[in-house]
């Protein structure tokens, strides 16, 4: 299975949609934006759900050994 | 920590007296945040629930995946106002059907897809205010700007015929009113607008359109990923959604800004912190009378504050409160639109965070900076407390706003 890497930007509001939608990928840190709970991740749809969803598109989803971004 | 013994202590009825003022919460609300911030309330009906008003514990009950929508939604559950308008529409979906549908539309209301709006609803201001300086004095604010604009933005990002807007708006208004007065004519509003958006989906079926009720319907016949139903009624919320509250809110600002008059002077002499003041001014304002927000209802026992709510339990989350909580913010209760940037709640968080939330705040920023650079001698007629509000509303919602320049 591939594994990806998983990042929140500066862009974030902490809207914290990610939170509800993958309640074990992202959490909010102590600077009030939201997290990857773990850079490298198994494949997981709910990352994506969640990437989708960011109202400001702030979640990067890529192959962690191309870097290639994560279809939707 | 008192709380161990808010159990045995009997709900407090709910809703609480009026606030004073439109421009604060509920004294009961803060009085509550203070000194019993997760406790029992009681409905006219008997129903009970768990009202939170700490900005922490209120973050968490929108956040939080135990705190369902779904569950609240179901017959037998207290209700703040909205009845079928929420349940029966993505606003009482829990993921991952809400995601379902929320992926769907998320992408047309991104920061960047809003940005790209801008000059077009710049320019709709502008045009509005070109027709408005036209008109006698004192002219009507509500019909002439605050409500056109929001209405014309959402009909043409969703493909709506702007020319039925008196008729849409007529049920729009039905469905936020008084749950408690007659539920018929607002099920029947409901119906109406179902009604009509099953035949504007069968028109825009037959023709090709760039908005967002097209995309929709592509996304159901070609790659069936919601039905029937759930199209008609994610339209008919987005139509509601998108106009209402922020035309409410445009007046609500100014109404608040009027009140403060050297915050609004400020605004005036320094434009430029416009984006700034609107998130002062959504942590602030108070659009709704009650202070209570959509109810959660756990999936199993969760702690707050000291207090265990049990599984199964009903849980009100007080945003306005949160949003005035010193825990948040010095001073929460004094309006300072040159305020750093807080975290507030005045969209929501967790997966019902406000859709139209960037562009809500670029409408509200395109409007007073319109207002304030082409009508800087703008005053409001009527005193604050002698304008109307209709009745029973969820969000406070003028019938007029008389303004001469």
């Known amino acids: 299975m591939a594994t990806w890497r998983v990042t929140v930007s500066d862009e974030c509001i902490a809207a914290a949609c990610c939170l509800g939608i993958a309640p074990k990928r992202f959490a909010l840190g102590d600077d009030g934006r939201s997290h990857p709970t773990s850079d490298l991740i198994e494949a997981d749809d709910a990352v994506l759900d969640a990437m989708i969803s960011c109202p400001m598109e702030a979640i990067g989803v890529h192959d962690a050994q191309t870097g290639e971004p994560i279809e939707r | 920590m008192a709380e161990s013994s808010s159990l045995a202590e009997a709900p407090v009825p709910f809703p609480f007296p009026p606030p004073p003022s439109i421009f604060h919460p509920a004294p009961k609300l803060k009085e509550l945040q203070h000194s019993r911030p997760v406790v029992q309330i009681e409905f006219p009906d008997g129903k009970t629930a768990w009202l939170v008003t700490r900005y922490d514990d209120v973050r968490q009950v929108l956040i939080d995946p135990r705190f369902s929508r779904a569950a609240a939604a179901s017959p037998g559950m207290p209700d703040t106002g909205l009845g079928q308008a929420a349940a029966d529409t993505i606003l009482g979906m829990d993921p991952p059907e809400h ?6 539309v998320a992408g047309a209301f991104t920061a960047r897809r809003v940005e790209a709006l801008r000059p077009r609803v710049a320019k709709l201001v502008d045009e509005l205010i070109d027709r408005l300086l036209t008109c006698a004095q004192p002219a009507d604010l509500v019909e002439n700007f605050s409500l056109p604009l929001p209405v014309q933005v959402i009909c043409e ?18 469905v936020l009113g008084d749950i408690s007065r007659d539920p018929r004519e607002i099920q029947a509003a409901f119906g109406s607008l179902e009604e009509y958006f099953r035949r504007l989906v069968a028109v825009k079926r037959t023709e ?35 106009h209402e509250t922020t035309a409410n809110q445009i007046n609500i600002f100014l109404l608040n800004l009027y009140e403060y008059p050297e915050q609004l002077e400020r605004l005036r002499d ?27 209802v756990t999936t199993e026992e969760v702690e707050l504050s000291g207090v265990r709510i049990p599984a199964g339990a009903a ?27 807080t975290a507030h709640l005045g969209f929501g968080a967790g997966v019902h965070h406000c859709l139209g939330a960037q562009l809500a705040r670029m409408e509200l920023q395109e409007a007073l900076r319109g207002l304030l650079s082409r009508m800087p001698r703008m005053e409001l007629v009527t005193p ?22």
């Open chain 2, 208 to 242: 090709s359109a760039d908005d967002l009720i097209t995309a929709l319907i592509a996304a159901r016949d070609d790659q069936d990923r919601l039905s029937e139903e759930e199209l008609v009624r994610l339209c008919l919320t987005l139509l509601i959604a998108g």
């Open chain 2, 99 to 104: 995601t379902r549908l929320r992926r769907l």
């Open chain 2, 157 to 174: 990002l969703l493909g709506v015929p702007v020319e039925d807007r008196h008729v849409f708006h007529e049920w729009s208004d039905k």
């Open chain 2, 270 to 296: 320094r434009p430029e912190t416009i984006p700034q003041a609107v998130e002062e001014l959504m942590r602030f304002a108070q659009l709704g009378a009650s202070g209570a927000g959509l109810p959660r």
């Open chain 2, 384 to 405: 604050v407390d002698e304008l109307s509000f209709k009745d029973g509303m969820v969000v406070r919602s003028l019938r007029a706003l008389p303004v001469r320049w």
């Open chain 2, 315 to 341: 849980v009100i989350p007080a945003m306005t409160a949160a949003n005035r909580d010193p825990a948040l913010i010095a001073d929460p209760d004094r309006l300072d639109v040159a305020r750093p940037q």
